[in-house]
């Protein structure tokens, strides 16, 4: 009996130290109801959106494309796939030797004005997880935790780049770990997941010197080195190692 109610206790207690994966942002809430289009060179939109269920409840997107030799357009959605209609995807199209920049923030009001978001990272939870439905080609792809310093102002930032190249036509994810996040900022905690963070930034570009990037992104979240049931491919950002 005291050996049952030991394993028990124990199988508890394991249980009590797994990380519950958290959604930022799956997109299904502040869905545009007409894309961000740009065609001449270096021009770029700013849009804000009031979307539920992401820390701030405020999703700011900043595109811009500079050089579009074809003049081909370069378009930004939020939308609810056809193939998944409870769904969402932020989905980013654009030309051969088109080169884009995409800053997703979170930590904003609808002007633009920063708002701590305070966002607890959940306990034992080691990463940022970003998924995507597909992409065609490698994307240039940064992720930026900015954290409260022992003053408790949001001085600091941790932030890790990675290369991914995300296979077309299939799901995949990116893994930022919290150990590649550094910062030289004095009086921040290193460690993300003991310390609030007040924005979240995501900067995304070509991987490729033709341009000409295609890709769909579905979820950011919180999670740790688990995947799911289907074993879906996910590449660690390499921090510029």
Not at 55 to 73: I, M, Q
Not at 103 to 114: F, Q
């Amino acid at each position: 009996m005291r050996v049952l109610a030991f394993l028990l206790l124990a199988a508890t207690a394991g249980w009590g130290q797994t990380c519950v994966p958290t959604t930022i942002d799956d997109f299904k809430t502040g869905q545009t109801t007409s894309p961000i289009v740009l065609q001449t060179p270096n021009t770029s939109a700013i849009a804000f959106q009031n979307a539920s269920g992401v820390p701030g409840r405020v999703r700011e997107e900043s595109y811009s494309v500079t050089t579009n030799d074809f003049n081909h357009p370069s378009e930004l959605a939020i939308v609810r796939p056809n193939s998944n209609p409870n769904g969402g995807a932020l989905v980013v199209s654009n030309g051969v030797e088109e080169f884009f920049s995409l800053v997703l923030i979170y930590g904003t009001d609808t002007r633009g004005n920063p708002v701590p978001l305070g966002f607890q990272v959940p306990a034992n939870c080691d990463r940022f997880r970003v998924w995507f439905d597909s992409s065609v080609a490698t994307l240039s792809f940064t992720f930026e935790a900015y954290t409260r310093n022992a003053n408790g102002s949001t001085t600091g930032f941790a932030d890790g780049i990675g290369m991914p190249p995300v296979i077309a036509g299939f799901p995949g994810c990116v893994d930022f770990p919290f150990s590649n996040f550094v910062t030289n900022a004095s009086g921040v905690v290193q460690n993300i997941a003991h310390t609030p963070v007040d924005q979240i930034i995501l900067v995304l570009g070509p991987g490729s010197a033709v341009g000409g990037s295609n890709f769909a992104m579905t979820k950011i979240e919180v999670s740790d080195n688990r995947l799911p049931p289907t074993g879906v491919p996910c590449i660690i950002a390499n921090n510029g190692k």
